[in-house]
C-alpha cells in the first residue's frame, strides 16, 4: 500500500526552482517546470550526490559532482557524466551504467504538496 508524505509547500517551490526534501527516509528533489511539480529521488544515480545542488534548467537537473542530466518529468538519463576531469578519468566515471533516477507521484492539496510511494 502507497504512503503519502507532506513534504513542502507550493509557495517554496516556485516555477523554475527546486528544493531538496525527505519523505519518511527517502531523500527527494521537488523540480517546479512550468507550474507543475515533479519529484525524483534527490541523489545522483552515478556517485550519490545529492542533485538539489545541482542546476534546473527547464526541465533537466544537472548532478554537480560529474555533469550527469536527469529529467525530473520521468527520471530518465539525458547525459551520463559529461565533465572533463585529468588523465581522461571521466572514463573510468562512465564505467558505471546509466541509472534512471526514481520518480515519485506528486498531488496538491491546497498549498501543501505531498508525495506519494
Known amino acids: ?7 513542502a509547500r507550493v509557495s517554496e517551490v516556485p516555477p523554475g526552482a527546486m528544493k531538496g526534501v525527505t519523505a519518511g527516509l527517502t531523500p527527494v528533489l521537488l523540480a517546479n517546470v512550468d507550474g507543475t ?11 550519490y550526490v545529492p542533485l538539489s545542488l545541482g542546476k534546473l534548467d527547464g526541465c533537466v537537473v544537472t548532478c ?6 536527469f529529467d525530473v518529468r520521468n527520471g530518465e538519463v539525458v547525459e551520463w557524466v559529461t565533465s572533463k576531469f ?11 551504467g546509466k541509472k534512471s533516477a526514481t520518480t ?14
Do not use: W
Not at 500500500?1 to 513534504?7: H, I, L, T
Not at 581522461?88 to 558505471?96: N, S, V
Open 86 to 96: 585529468p588523465l581522461r578519468a571521466e572514463q573510468l566515471l562512465k564505467l558505471k
Open 37 to 47: 511539480i515533479y519529484a525524483i529521488n534527490n541523489i545522483c544515480t552515478h556517485l
Open 64 to 69: 554537480p559532482a560529474h555533469g550527469s542530466k
Open 104 to 117: 515519485y507521484k506528486v498531488s496538491i492539496e491546497g498549498d501543501d504538496i505531498y508525495v506519494e510511494f
Open 1 to 7: 500500500m502507497a504512503q503519502s508524505y507532506r513534504v
